[in-house]
């Protein structure tokens, strides 16, 4: 596996890191439970970084040195593509030929690695784009930066070089195939997991007590990096309508923004002093409470600990954050859009609202807070919903792409519809 510009053991939450890292991490120890060997190469980011590490039994990660450890921006890593390159192709000229059975390249800056060391090896190439351009830019958020037309053209080419195309959703699928002219026979739709063994449902009382956080609080969460992409200021903003219509709720309610900076949320000065300064502006700042990235464990008390999990993000791959709260019994208000159709089953398991429009937010959570049994339905129904969405049917759909890529020619494999 290639992950170029961050690594499956970084915390998720903030920087580069995100849904995509637990998508790395979660797949390969699943794969290496079926008796897969995976390598996965990234970007060295310290120099205190060993060269390999022992992730999981069966999965190796390897810490490329390319370009200086710290200080590099996303936008600025293609220029350091040719170092990663070659210390990939370093790694494996260490041993016999044909050691690397199959690539499987996240992210268009892995993609265009992937590319290089296929034809150099002679194995398949598996791509996941996780995120497209053309798409982002389609549904660029209010102050957010287009993606640049290098990304594009890159992702253009990866797509052209990949013998698959692994989609999180049909709506990916379809994107790939609509925006990029993939071919509809190399794209197959394989949907994210999430380790129902960490969220699952849990006593929200005792969560409330671990975090300091009364019982009778209405608790709205939002997880995940802040960025303009990930619209938290959307949450703040519906908050504060919501407490204007409602004013004894006030004393009740606790909005957390559970995450750090990230993307464009880093040229700030101070991504989250600004999203506490508009809550100050919006005379809410006593109820907006900030928490750092935290790991699995917590973030699933906190999931338990949400009265309901806001995500309104412009635009989302698949939405990993809004499976992970459904799986804890906790449910999701989150914006119509990308992969969140797919993850949140409207009306069953937590509600899509069109557009981002703060009032029809704190229209739609005023609402649900109001109706503790309608809460008490969709929470189970989120249960029920999550309970699809194994890591273990992820890593076994991903075998089958790999079967297909693997087969000779002769054998021609088609995946779509199954």
């Known amino acids: 596996m290639l992950s170029v510009h961050t690594s499956p053991l970084d915390q998720p939450g903030s920087g580069d890191a995100g849904g995509m890292n637990v998508y790395i991490v979660e797949l390969a120890r699943r794969l290496a439970a079926l008796g897969i060997e995976v390598e996965v190469f ?12 022992e992730a999981a039994p069966g999965v190796r990660v390897r810490h490329v040195v390319a370009g200086p450890f710290e200080g590099l921006s996303k936008d600025e890593l293609p220029a350091q593509l040719c170092a990663f390159a070659r210390g990939v192709l370093r790694a494996e000229a260490g041993h016999d030929v044909g050691w690397y059975d199959l690539i499987h390249s996240h992210y268009w800056l892995s993609g265009q690695v992937g590319a290089l060391a296929k034809e150099r090896w002679g194995v398949p190439l598996v791509h996941s784009m996780h995120t497209m351009a053309k798409v982002k830019n389609a549904l660029l958020a209010k102050g957010d930066l287009p993606e640049p037309r290098a990304r594009v053209i890159g992702e253009e080419q990866v797509v052209e070089a990949a013998d698959w195309l692994v989609a999180n959703t049909d709506e990916e699928a379809r994107q790939l195939v609509d925006l990029y002219a993939a071919e509809p026979d190399d794209v197959v739709t394989v949907n994210p997991g999430v380790d129902l063994d960490v969220f699952r449902p849990g006593d929200p009382r ?9 019982d009778d609080a209405i608790v709205l969460a939002f997880v995940g990096r802040i960025q303009p992409l990930k619209a938290p200021d959307v949450l703040v903003r519906a908050a504060a309508h919501l407490v204007a219509a409602r004013p004894e709720l006030r004393d009740r309610l606790v909005v957390a923004i559970v995450g750090g900076p990230s993307g464009s949320g880093t040229t700030a000065p101070d991504a989250l002093a600004g999203l506490g300064g508009l809550a100050r502006r919006l005379g809410i700042a006593e109820v907006v409470r900030f928490v750092p990235p935290v790991p699995q464990d917590e973030l699933a008390r906190w999931y338990h600990a949400a009265t309901l999990v806001a995500v309104p993000s412009y635009n989302e791959s698949f939405g990993l954050v809004a499976l992970e709260a459904q799986a804890c019994g906790t449910p999701v208000v989150a914006a119509a859009t990308g992969g969140l159709l797919t993850a949140v089953r409207d009306g069953e398991s937590g509600v899509l609202v069109d557009g981002h429009d703060p009032r029809d937010w704190a229209f739609v959570l005023g609402d649900l807070v109001g109706d503790p049994d309608r809460l008490a339905r969709l929470g189970k129904g989120g249960i029920a919903h999550a309970q699809g969405f194994g890591w273990p049917v992820t890593a076994a759909r991903t075998l089958d792409v790999y079967a297909a890529a693997l087969a000779p020619p002769e054998q021609s494999v088609s995946l779509v519809g199954r």
Not at 42 to 53: C, E, K, M, Q, Y
């Open 42 to 53: 990234t970007r060295a980011t310290s120099s205190d970084l060993p060269p390999v590490v």
């Open 206 to 214: 005792a969560a409330r007590r671990r975090l300091g956080l009364a």
